[in-house]
């Protein structure tokens, strides 16, 4: 049995995380200030033996009995982060090196959440961990970009110079249960719209590009990367199944059975046209690479919000195969 700390465990990627080492019958402690997540997020956990709480900032310093941390938090959505882009700085910068110092006082191995984020608006695709990025360093993306990327360079200094076995993985867009339905997400949007009988809308012209992963897949691309060797630098963690924005849009209308009509809006400036990752490495260092398909994630995801969103003509025929 591990002791885990998971910062940012009351979010959409933590709360499954912090079920799947339930799971496996560890202990976990559960680090979260709320700024960007609700503790009804992880009310199906607080019973479960080996689950503590602990309400808190990362932007202070941290003292938790652990042997293995998972550093999550930070606000993740864009326009979540972007409400108060100096306190997402800060959450990624203060967070890395509290995260760190605990880390580097304890032995605890550490697991840093960084992002495709890092990557900006992509000269190649897709991309590989050896590209190295096209951020604007001062648009509204940048707070959490450029967050990200300090982040990652504080967890290379202090493996470097302190020797803590810190680890980083980039994540590309997921989705699944415990997304919050009103973060602002393209897939969480389209699916309380379809659910809602509202108009999908798309940003843009819909033409840019995501590759979406089910969260499943990458909480055990999560705990493959925290088992594994020491990797040589960061790993990239989504799935190369690149969609646009239309497709998604349709998948989803597929499967919740209403919201056909879409209503176009400006895209958000910096908003990357493509978004794919090369997973060369995880697959051959981790024997890792995704096993849920988009139609099937979409229908756990439908079930999950169906049963949180008021439906607005009645319960959809899809939605009982989806549940079951
Ligand atoms: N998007 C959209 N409609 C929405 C929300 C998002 O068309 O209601 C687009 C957004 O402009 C972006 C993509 O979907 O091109 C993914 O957006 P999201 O906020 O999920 O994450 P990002 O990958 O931009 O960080």
């Not at 998972?70 to 882009?85: G, I, T």
């Not at 993306?141 to 200094?157: H, I, N, P, T, V």
């Not at 989705?175 to 809602?196: C, E, K, T, W």
Request: glycine letters at 10%.
């Amino acid at each position: 049995m591990t002791r885990y700390l998971v910062t940012g465990g009351a979010g959409f990627i933590g709360a499954n995380l912090c079920g799947r080492l339930l799971d496996e019958g560890h202990q976990v402690v559960c680090l979260d200030n709320f700024s960007s997540s609700t503790p009804a997020n992880i009310l199906h956990l607080v019973d479960r033996p080996g689950f503590t709480l602990l309400v808190g900032d990362v932007r202070s310093t941290i003292r938790v009995d652990a042997d293995e941390i998972f550093h999550l938090a930070c606000p993740a959505s864009p326009p979540r982060y972007q409400v108060d882009p100096v306190f997402t700085m800060e959450t990624s910068v203060l967070g890395a090196i509290n995260v760190l110092e605990m880390a580097r006082r304890t032995g605890a191995k550490v697991l840093l959440a960084s992002t495709s984020e890092i990557y900006g608006e992509p000269a190649v695709s897709p991309q590989p961990e050896t590209y190295r990025g096209n951020v604007n360093s001062w648009g509204p993306r940048a707070c959490y970009d450029e967050g990200k990327r300090c982040a990652e360079s504080l967890f290379y200094d202090y493996i470097r110079k302190y020797g803590v076995a810190g680890r980083v993985v980039r994540i590309f867009n997921t989705y699944g249960p415990h997304m919050a339905p009103d973060d602002g997400r393209v897939v969480s949007n389209f699916i309380v719209q379809a659910l809602s009988g509202e108009p999908l809308t798309i940003y843009g012209d819909g033409s840019q590009t995501r590759s979406l992963c089910y969260v499943d897949d990458l909480v055990e691309g999560f705990l493959r990367v925290m088992a594994a060797p020491v990797l040589p630098g960061p790993v990239n963690l989504g799935n190369p199944h690149e969609r646009t924005i239309l497709e998604i849009a349709s998948a989803v209308v597929d499967i919740v059975g209403r919201g056909r009509s879409i209503e176009f809006h400006p895209l958000p400036m910096d908003d990357p046209s493509r978004r794919c990752p090369d997973i060369s490495l995880a697959r051959a260092h981790l024997r890792w690479e995704p096993a849920v398909d988009l139609g099937e994630g979409l229908r756990r995801t439908v079930a999950y919000f169906a049963g949180r969103v008021a439906p607005a003509f009645g319960p959809a025929v899809i939605l009982a195969d989806a549940a079951e």
